[in-house]
Each structure stands twice: as structure tokens, then as C-alpha cells.
């Protein structure tokens, strides 16, 4: 199978920096988009940002300037630099990826999906 382990949580106050890394392994030929979600309390999660294997980037209007999805395709490892926090980013952030395990899965586009196990970021005001 395909793990996703996050790390870089924790507790910043506001104006401050945080810098999420998630790390794929297990069975893996090949790694299409990584992405960062995010889920505040009592709110849907949400995609914060996304990256292509191509390094093609995409934000969330609310972190748009202050966030940079950045990967390294040798090591399965996407990172989320987080700048100038807010209050309103404190959530539980989660890693996704799309996984292709095999040469067949890739040609025939039928991708794992797989997630972190989330990691608690707060911001403090």
C-alpha cells in the first residue's frame, strides 16, 4: 500500500511561519498531483493548495501570496511554506496525493488517492 506521513505541525501566532512536509512510500511507481487540504472545526475541508508533477501550482483565494506548494519528485515529498498566518488558518491539514503503484495503474489512469493522517496547525492571535 501507499503511506502518507505529515509532519511540521504546531502552534505559531499570527505573522508567523510554518513549514508542512508530507512524504509518500510504500508501493509507488509513480506520483501525479500532490495537494494540501485543510479542515477547521465545525467547516468542510477544503483545498488549500496543488501541485502538478510538473510543478504547476494552484491556490485557495485565502492563501493566495502567503502559501507555496513546493515538491520533490525523487524524494515523494511535498512541502506547504506558510507565511504571515492568521487565526483563520488554525485547522487540521492534510496531505493527498494521487498514486500510481504500477506501470498498468498509469497507463490505464487508475490512480490510489491516497491522505496523511492530518496534522494540527494553530495560530494564536
Known amino acids: 500500500q501507499v503511506q502518507l506521513v505529515e509532519s511540521g505541525g504546531g502552534l505559531v501566532q499570527t505573522g508567523g511561519s510554518l513549514r508542512l512536509s508530507c512524504v509518500a512510500s510504500?508501493?509507488?511507481?509513480?506520483?501525479?498531483?500532490m495537494d494540501w487540504y485543510r479542515q477547521a472545526p465545525g467547516k468542510q475541508r477544503e483545498l488549500v493548495a496543488a501541485?502538478?508533477?510538473?510543478?504547476?501550482?494552484n491556490y485557495a483565494d485565502s492563501v493566495k501570496g502567503r502559501f507555496t506548494i513546493s515538491r520533490d519528485n525523487a524524494k515523494n515529498t511535498v512541502y506547504l511554506q506558510m507565511n504571515s498566518l492568521k487565526p483563520e488558518d488554525t485547522a487540521v491539514y492534510y496531505c493527498?496525493?494521487?498514486?500510481?503503484?504500477?506501470?498498468?495503474?498509469?497507463?490505464?489512469?487508475?490512480?490510489?488517492?491516497?491522505w496523511g493522517q492530518g496534522n494540527l496547525v494553530t495560530v494564536s492571535s
Open positions: 510504500g508501493i509507488i511507481f509513480k506520483i501525479n498531483a
Open positions: 493527498n496525493a494521487e498514486v500510481f503503484q504500477s506501470r498498468t495503474s498509469y497507463y490505464t489512469n487508475n490512480p490510489l488517492d491516497a
Open positions: 501541485i502538478t508533477r510538473a510543478g504547476i501550482t
